[in-house]
């Protein structure tokens, strides 16, 4: 077998930086799950992608599929021919499937059940060429495109017009057509740095060809060369550098030959706050910022240039002259946001729609005022600074700066309740309550802050499912899977000891639309089985902490019993109560309708096991104990107890009167252990 | 090269591939793609090749001439191909190489910036072109006008004309780029406009009368409505734009709440699907003469298989 690279090379106009990496990798896993299907042998594969290409190196390709030995199993011989000795119709049919025209081309087989015919055949292998259009034609047309587009007079759709395609097998051009494009061996290098179009005579010259051409097609490769060039500079510039992986991927989708330089801006410009002027140099211009040593913006930037430019000092001032009225324009929208107080602003959110069955932003800003009280009185902190920063959280979303840099909501908001003179925890609360704004994402500083943020998210999870529009697999407006795991996040990780069916109630009163919140705190409670598994604890623990018999739900308490349990699970302790909470629950199934529990008697018991356990009972008090800790470690103190009472007590006594009472006692036993957890869902 | 120079090379340079030189339309429009040669002609087999300069306002980048490149009132120049041809990005670059721009020098990239317009019911896709960081060109091949599939697929360039110029010229700021010059007298772009720019962003921002403005919208929304009973697209096409300039005027005003735009934005949206659905009519009645035979034959196809 003969096996030699196929190169393939999709020429395209620039493609959508965002989406490239995915696209070279979706390409490459359907290449090489199309040789797998072709039965093609192969060794490695590479792929490429640059903003005007994408391409996949195919080692060791096999030319063409190996043959196949077909065998086929016919009729019985003694069914096969009729008396004159034609083939009946069955095996005129199976010789038919066969496109076989005679029966003296079939074989005889015997078998148990008599001799059989059967038919017998070599296929011969399809070979590279006439397999590899149909291969790449499906690897392309299923790419993870959002949105296709046509050009020309064209019917075809792709990713971005398709200008040229190199298909080379060794040395030999395939003959591939697609979109309209005949292969060859012609590619085209750096728009402006190269000649142009280069031949490539074989397909393992590819890379040396490219990079003669000015043109890294490998996109990690590319990438790290970014990050030292990044890093180079900013040695020099002898700044630090916060260096964000997403840009970095986007700056390495966009150029095929990076080069890195370094540009400033007026100091007078430091004077907007800095997330401003941030997110000016990154979501417009793609810069990487510069702090100094205490963190702080220096007034520099680093771009990544597509070109070795014969003059690199008439680039930097181009992009200096960019960032100066983007910046400028910044500091204009903060001037004019600024000669109104938050206060003022608010007004405006009378006109702003947060859902159209819910009302207005101004409306949810009451709410979340009020609630964010009612959470802060629970908490024992400044209710007044919870109401204030509750109502003015959003009025920064009719400021010019937001609707210009949407991410910057609540940042914006801290800094114009600051330069008005707002309490410091209310500037907090307010820059933060948005957090956490994406999985995994910092989470609001301060008690206060939490407070409003929980506040807000409460308020969104109760009114949209009061409506009735939970999410959906697949549709989530409202982000409220995120808004969950803030809740969660917020409570467990800054530790807030408050319960939430309670906060959950409250808001519905708030809406005044007697939502229901049962729906709303499931779901909430749903998402903890995700929390935890991220954090190595399976969800047997959570589920048993989730149905304890508690009469409230406080994130903060079932954090504490999963951790207990968790560590708990595989210990003494954890192994006593779980057996002896199974010998309980066993023995409640097994009483009858007649045998309805009440209250334990102490004065019907008579065996002194069962006193013993009735007056552990009666002394075990979980309230006091804090911590799930504590009251594990109390539960299993009834272990003797538990133990000695199945030794030696007969609970299906003969006495209704006294069967009922120890069964009794062992359904107050089952209610203390469910008061903690539910022990019988811990695997 | 002076900014009138730039438009005469760049009139000179798509005049030599084809394109019909058009003039200004002489409404108000927030870009060049609001003028006819654009809109009305991404519509429907026929084939068309435009360029033009085109004055664009937008009302609220009024910055009362304080921003060195923002202003409420620019030129584009706008450069259209129906169909797009294969190397027009190619041709896109020449045009810039014929304005003298050294494509080794400078950092030039095409970077994805997809275009939709709402109140057009349009969407595209395609690029700006950053030369050195800086947008000077939006680059988009439109799939949809008026709601109606494009086919053949028009290709869009749009220059901003000013922006270029501070490149060309090596200045910083719109006002000190040089309009006209003759031996040591220069006109600036200041000259010129600067008064302009600071009594039009007093007018967008304070003094536009609001309720005047409503009741202009209204009237421009009826009036489309009965030219395009009357089978008048073009007419009423021009009351589509004169609603559109209202309503961006209230923008600037703040006059109209986010709820209440979004109903502004369907309403205008409304009659531009309508102006379409009329102006393709229109041109099907006569034939579409400026097709191509195939593309024509193709259309029509598919309209028979709809119908």
């Known amino acids: 077998m003969v096996t030699k690279p196929l190169l393939f090379e999709l020429g395209t106009e620039e493609l959508p930086p965002k989406s490239l990496n995915n696209l070279r990798q979706a390409l490459h896993r359907n290449i090489e799950s199309g040789l797998e299907q072709a039965e093609l042998s192969h060794g490695e594969v590479e792929s490429f992608a640059t903003p005007r290409r994408l391409a996949i190196l195919v080692h060791e390709l096999a030319d063409r599929q190996p043959d196949q030995n077909v065998e086929r199993r016919g009729p019985a011989v003694k069914s096969a021919f009729n008396e004159d000795g034609e083939p009946t119709k069955a095996l005129a049919g199976f010789m038919r499937g066969c496109d076989v025209a005679d029966p003296s081309q079939l074989d005889t087989v015997t078998t148990n059940k008599g001799e059989y015919l059967v038919y017998r055949a070599t296929k011969i292998g399809l070979d590279l060429p006439s397999l590899l259009e149909k291969l790449l034609k499906s690897s392309l047309s299923t790419l993870p495109v959002d949105r296709k587009m046509r050009w020309g007079k064209s019917r075809l759709e792709f990713v971005r017009p398709v200008q040229w395609l190199v298909c080379l097998y060794g040395n030999a051009v395939m003959p591939v057509e697609l979109f309209g494009k005949q292969a060859s061996n012609i590619s085209a290098g750096h728009r402006f740095m190269s000649g142009g179009e280069f031949k490539i005579a074989k397909a393992n010259d590819y890379l040396e060809l490219c990079r003669k051409n000015f043109v890294l097609p490998h996109f990690d490769e590319r990438k790290s060369v970014i990050r030292e060039q990044v890093m180079d500079l900013a040695a020099q510039e002898e700044a630090q550098l916060e260096l964000d992986e997403d840009l970095l991927d986007e700056v390495t989708s966009l150029v095929e030959w990076p080069r890195a330089l370094a540009g400033g801006f007026d100091r007078t410009f430091l004077e907007v706050p800095p997330e401003v002027l941030i997110s000016a140099m990154k979501e417009h211009q793609r810069y990487f910022h510069l702090v100094d040593k205490s963190g702080r913006l220096v007034p520099r930037f680093i771009t990544i240039s597509n070109i070795e430019s014969l003059d690199s000092s008439q680039v930097v001032a181009g992009n200096e002259r960019v960032i100066r009225p983007r910046l400028a324009d910044a500091a204009f929208f903060f001037e004019r946001d600024t000669r109104t107080s938050l206060a003022e602003k608010f007004g405006r959110l009378e006109n702003v729609v947060f859902q159209a069955d819910l009302g207005t932003y101004a409306e949810k800003c009451r709410r979340i005022s009020e609630l964010a009280g009612y959470i802060a009185q629970q908490l024992d902190l400044d209710k007044d600074a919870a109401t204030r920063a509750g109502l003015l959280c959003k009025a920064d979303l009719v400021s010019d700066m937001v609707s210009e840099f949407p991410d910057l909501q609540g940042t ?3 800094y114009y309740a600051r330069h008005h003179n707002e309490a410091d925890e209310v500037c907090t609360a307010i820059g933060e309550h948005y957090r956490p704004t994406q999985s995994g994402g910092i989470l609001p500083t301060s008690e206060m802050a939490s407070c409003v943020a929980l506040a807000d998210k409460i308020d969104s999870l109760v009114g949209i499912f009061g409506i009735n529009q939970p999410p959906t697999g697949s549709r989530d407006p409202f982000a409220l899977r995120r808004q969950s795991l803030g809740v969660i996040r917020i409570c467990v990780e800054n530790q807030l000891n408050i319960p939430l069916d309670g906060c959950l109630a409250e808001s519905s009163r708030l809406y005044g639309k007697s939502f229901g919140t049962t729906s709303v705190l499931n779901y909430i409670v749903e998402r903890l089985t995700g ?52 010998r309980v629950a066993n023995f409640l199934k097994k009483a009858g309708p007649k045998d309805q529990v009440g209250d334990f008697d102490p004065a019907l018991a008579s065996d002194k096991a069962e006193v013993m356990l009735g007056r552990a009972l009666a002394a075990l008090d979980l309230s006091d104990s804090k911590g799930a800790g504590a009251k594990l470690e109390r ?33 107050e036993l089952r209610h203390q252990f469910l008061e903690v957890a539910d022990f019988s869902l811990l695997q | ?81 129906k169909p797009s041809p294969p190397n027009f990005q190619a041709l896109y670059l020449a045009s810039l190489e014929h304005l003298g721009i050294d494509t080794k020098t400078h950092d030039i990239r095409f970077v994805e910036d997809n275009w939709e317009s709402p109140t057009l019911g349009a969407w595209g896709l395609g690029w700006e072109v950053w030369m050195d960081g800086m947008e000077i060109t939006q680059f988009t091949y439109f799939q949809q006008v008026g709601g109606l599939e494009c086919y053949p697929v028009m290709g869009e360039i749009t220059y901003g004309l000013e922006r270029l110029a501070l490149y060309i010229q090596g200045v910083e700021d719109f006002k000190d780029l040089v309009w006209a010059e003759k031996g040591d007298k220069k006109v600036t772009y200041a000259d010129v406009y600067h008064q302009y720019e600071v009594e039009m962003s007093r007018f967008n921002f304070d003094m536009a009368d609001v309720e005047g403005l409503f009741a202009q919208f209204d009237f421009c929304e009826r009036e489309t409505t009965r030219l395009l009973e009357a089978d008048l697209p073009l007419p009423a096409y021009e009351f589509v734009m004169k609603a ?45 003469p400026l097709a191509d035979e195939d593309t024509r034959a193709f259309v029509e196809k598919e309209l028979n298989r709809g119908n």
């Not at chain 1, 107890?641 to 009472?661: G, H, I, S």
Request: glycine share 6%; hydrophobic share 40%.
């Open chain 2, 1 to 81: 090269m002076t900014f009138q120079n730039l438009i005469l090379s760049l009139q000179t340079f798509w005049s030599e591939q084809g394109c019909v030189l058009m003039q200004p339309y002489d409404m108000e429009v927030g870009a060049g793609t609001f003028h006819p040669a654009t809109f009305l002609r991404a519509i429907g087999p026929e084939n068309w090749q435009a360029a033009y300069v085109q004055p664009c306002r937008r009302p609220a980048d009024g910055r009362y001439g304080e921003n060195p490149n923002r202003y409420q009132y620019y030129y584009q120049y706008q450069v259209v191909m």
């Open chain 2, 244 to 288: 559109s300039h209202a309503f961006n005027l209230l923008d600037s005003r703040h006059a109209i709440s986010v709820t209440e735009r979004q109903r502004f934005i369907l309403r205008v949206r409304a009659l531009s699907r309508g102006v379409a659905q009329k102006y393709f009519e229109s041109r099907q009645a006569l034939g579409f």
């Open chain 1, 635 to 667: 539960l299993a103190s009834l272990q003797e107890p538990v133990d000695q009472f199945f030794d030696e007590v007969m609970v299906m006594a003969e006495d209704e009167k006294v069967r009922k009472n120890r069964l009794s006692l062992l359904s």
């Open chain 1, 412 to 414: 914006m908001g801290s």
């Open chain 1, 531 to 582: 929390y935890y598994q991220e954090q190595g604890i399976t969800g047997d623990v959570v589920e048993a902490a989730t149905n304890s018999a508690s009469t409230s739900v406080n994130l903060l308490q079932i954090d504490d019993v999963v951790r207990t349990l968790q560590s708990f699970k595989n210990g003494p302790a954890a192994v006593s109560i779980v057996s002896a909470n199974k």
